[in-house]
């Protein structure tokens, strides 16, 4: 019978035999025996972010601190302090890092405090280390300029901007004083007044803050300087110590929300509000680094007429007892 079947057939019908047999002895089918090649697509997408820059001097990692390398050489490093004083330490190098993220003030100077007795220090590391996760995340290598509540002068924070020669520098603050109501957000954001990138990253970290804020209500404080703008000393150049102080690194310093206003205050105390700051400012320089956008809200330089105060220095600081200033 099968002499009468034609060649397809019983070529068809021997492969069925052949199967059947397979399952009665071995209990698998034949075709488990054919190799698969595994897939080795690679489907994670690439860092926006590269290799980070090495052009600094660096800085040496020392239980928390970040200590901008003046000289020395590995195993005696030439560092600056907190306290902006000089010191020989051994430790890990940080050749250099995509972005450096400064919680504004620390120690003994606490920034604003709010009607609830909300400290603006604590506000800024809490963002900041929320933001430094979030865009360690993207393939970023981030420092800041505080890893906790230790004092660190501006000729510190600068000099670990120029040290790490990072793509951004961004300044972390909230805001005090007096302010009027608005239907935004009263985000201001400064920039270096002579940087072009400053003023881009500025204005589309503007309204990356903005955006991610406007949800949580729909009354907000502002002030006359709400937006983006430079602001300048009386000999012309940038007013803000970290400004003046990181030139060479496109550097803001932001003023997100009015911790001086309780219900902005009760806002800031909420993990799911630091928590979309971090992702704004996350946000802020992945799209500053994918696309020329230049962002809003620019506004035209405004000229200081008051001191900046009295923080910031050297006057009063303890360095942290690890540190032997030489």
Known sequence: MLARLPPLARLALASLVLVALAWAIFGRSVEDDIAVEPDTTDTTEPSVFGLAPTSGAGAVLLEGLVLPITGGEQGAWTVLTPCANTATVDGERLAGAHVVIDPGHGGR???????????????????????????????ATVALTRNDDTRVTLETRAAIAQALDPLLFISIHHNGGPTRTADRPGVQVYHQHQTPESARFAGVLFEQLQEAMAPFSDTWSGGNATGVRSRLGEDGGDFYGVLRGSEGVPAVLAEALYMSDEPEASLLLRDDVRQAEAQAITDAVVAWIQSPYAGGGYLPPLQATESAGGGGGSAGCEDPEILSAG
């Open 109 to 139: 100077e606490t920034g604003a405090i709010g009607p609830s007795g909300v400290v603006e220090a604590e506000l800024n590391l809490d963002v900041a280390l929320k933001a430094k996760a979030l865009l360690e995340e993207e393939g």
